[in-house]
């Protein structure tokens, strides 16, 4: 008996600390739009535009995740759509300088990297 009450309790502390990581789609869009101002130095108007792309970004994707059930991959067509709208408010958000140094940087991210 001690030792199911022992492992019930041992679940419910895993399962609040698991819980308590998540972070808000607010949290994760201001920490994204951050990084990408410190990267391409956005104006105050392209920072609010960016964020409130990453908002709805970051919350659709969510939902299709939840759709999908865990484990599972969401409808990458969705997905697609989804990333396409993110990028197509990007693109009309940055100037050509921005947009020639977002693309430099995702080079560089793709390229493998060397041991």
Do not use: H
């Not at 030792?3 to 949290?27: G, N, P, R």
């Not at 991959?73 to 969705?78: F, I, L, Q, S, V």
């Amino acid at each position: 008996m001690k030792k199911y009450l022992l492992s019930i309790a041992l679940l419910v502390a895993v399962s609040a600390t698991s819980f308590a990581q998540q972070k808000s789609a607010e949290d994760r869009a201001k920490k994204t739009t951050e990084t990408m101002d410190t990267n391409l130095t956005l104006t105050a108007e392209q920072k609010t535009k960016i964020y409130d792309a990453n908002v709805e970004k970051i919350k659709a994707t969510d939902a299709l995740k939840l759709v999908a059930g865990e484990g599972n991959k969401p409808d990458a067509e969705k997905m697609k759509a989804v990333n396409k709208k993110f990028n197509d408010v990007v693109k009309a958000t940055l100037t050509e300088e921005q947009k020639a140094k977002m693309a430099e940087m995702k080079a560089q991210n793709a390229k493998p990297k060397e041991n």
